[in-house]
């Protein structure tokens, strides 16, 4: 006759059972936690509203039409502050609320592409270590949309979460 499972055989197949669950999620292409996405998409669009908000200021404005013109030579460098300026503030906008977020993020990543290899001339482990990885996350978002905890959800969805 057979005999019964020690009980400590059995507690220990468990516990092994358990902590195999729990390390599954890590080799799984499911996400973890899909709403994490848009804790980084808000922290992002206001991050980069920082960069922006230099267009309300008019001593720092002047700076940047400085820099512009006088070390990157760019043509009319004050209508070019004003566009890069004006995009970081209101695309960040946009982004950290979740609407218009494709178009958004697509002038982004057009302003992240000219601060990371022109401005910053490609050197992204370098001083444009910053912009090229804003960069990247304009990227995942363009491509992965704004989330389910967006008004582009919302207003896709009339008005229901």
């Known amino acids: 006759m057979p ?4 009980p400590c055989a059995t507690l220990s197949l468990a516990a ?17 936690w899909p709403n994490g996405l848009a804790i980084v998409r808000v ?4 991050l980069i509203m920082k960069y922006g908000s230099v267009i309300f200021d008019r001593a720092q404005m002047v700076k940047e ?8 030579h760019l043509p009319a460098p004050l209508l070019m502050v004003y566009l890069a300026k004006g995009t970081e503030f209101f695309g960040g906008l946009l982004l950290a609320s979740g609407l218009f977020t494709r178009g958004a993020t697509l002038l982004l990543i057009i302003n992240m592409t000219v601060a990371t290899f022109f401005a910053n001339r490609g050197a992204i482990f370098g001083d444009g270590e910053r ?4 960069l990247l996350f304009f990227l995942v978002f363009f491509f992965a949309g704004a989330g389910k905890w967006s008004l582009d959800h919302w207003l896709s969805n009339r008005g229901k979460w």
């Open 3 to 6: 005999s019964a499972p020690e």
């Open 16 to 32: 092994g059972e358990k902590s195999q669950s729990m390390i599954l999620p890590f080799f799984s292409s499911k996400p973890t």
């Open 43 to 46: 922290l992002v669009g206001v």
């Open 65 to 72: 039409v400085d820099y512009f013109g006088s070390h990157l």
């Open 131 to 134: 912009s090229f990885l804003y």
